[in-house]
């Protein structure tokens, strides 16, 4: 079975950096794939940060973090990181990693394009 880790979350002070990863196993995907970044703030809807393709790492950034955030991965490792900086108190959510295998290839950064989810990292932002 596919597995997604997200990890990296925590209680930071607002304008610090902070770095999450995501761990990815249990699949035999021959082809590329995504793997993308989202959150959810209490009360609100999740939202898209960003995805990034595992064969040549071309990346998709969302307008909820463009410029505070990079996505990058680590293939070897079947890992992939966001790197947020300048965080805000309304950054403060659970952030999913989730993945886009074979099925849905080709239908963008959105979470209803993805196929397996992991269980999220919270990230508290004090202001």
């Known amino acids: 079975d596919v597995q997604l880790q997200a990890s990296g979350g925590g209680l930071v002070q607002a304008g610090e950096s902070l770095r999450l990863a995501c761990a990815a196993s249990?699949?035999?995907?021959?082809?590329?794939?995504?793997i993308g970044w989202f959150r959810q703030a209490p009360g609100k809807e999740r939202e898209g940060i960003s995805c990034i393709t595992r064969r040549d790492g071309m990346t998709y950034y969302a307008e909820s973090m463009k410029g505070r955030s990079k996505i990058s991965r680590d293939n070897s490792k079947n890992t992939v990181y966001l790197q947020m900086y300048g965080l805000k108190a309304e950054d403060t959510a659970v952030y999913y990693c989730?993945?886009?295998?074979?099925?849905?290839?080709?239908?963008?950064?959105?979470?209803?394009?993805?196929?397996?989810w992991g269980k999220g990292t919270l990230v508290t932002v004090s202001s």
């Open positions: 249990g699949f035999t995907f021959d082809d590329d794939y995504v």
């Open positions: 989730a993945l886009q295998g074979p099925v849905s290839a080709g239908k963008g950064c959105s979470d209803n394009a993805m196929d397996y």
